[in-house]
């Protein structure tokens, strides 16, 4: 595994990381999930990028979201692993790394997620928790997950 991670403010993007961030998300949430929405929400620049590269190619990526910008809580958003790359943990790598640079880069505390039901388990594997009630997120069932420090 070549892996590496970047983080980074909206201001410190190249434009051929926001290129590949922004590709990735449609790739996955516009193209394979058939999810039409405006991925674009004005909530990128107030937020930290972490890409996931397996040597120059970006394999996977999160939104790091502030306190009070989404939920209440700090957050993690966007959550993407490219298609060929999957199957090869990358996505527990991804989620960490998101978890371990959250506490880092805006405190210690507790992280929401909008989880897509489908990978309950996979969240619940990483110590988020389920929270309220099922909802529907552009076409796809979502439920609002929990990590305490």
């Not at 990381?17 to 909530?43: A, G, P």
């Not at 397996?54 to 306190?67: F, H, N, S």
Request: proline share 3%.
């Amino acid at each position: 595994m070549n892996l590496s991670f970047t983080v980074k403010s909206f201001s410190e993007l190249s434009n051929e990381e926001l290129y590949e961030l922004l590709r990735l998300r449609s790739e996955v949430f516009v193209v394979e999930q058939n999810c039409v929405f405006l991925d674009q929400d004005n909530k990128d620049q107030k937020c930290h990028h972490l890409m996931l590269w397996e040597g120059k190619e970006m394999v996977g990526y999160t939104r790091l979201v502030p306190a009070g910008l989404s939920y209440g809580e700090m957050a993690i958003g966007r959550v993407v692993t490219s298609p060929a790359a999957r199957g090869k943990g990358y996505g527990r790598v991804l989620m960490e790394k998101s978890i371990e640079q959250c506490q880092e880069i805006f405190g210690v505390g507790p992280i929401r997620i909008g989880a897509q039901t489908y990978a309950l388990g996979f969240y619940s594997s990483l110590g988020f928790m389920a929270e309220g009630e099922t909802y529907d997120e552009d076409g796809i069932e979502h439920i609002e997950m929990v990590w305490k420090p």
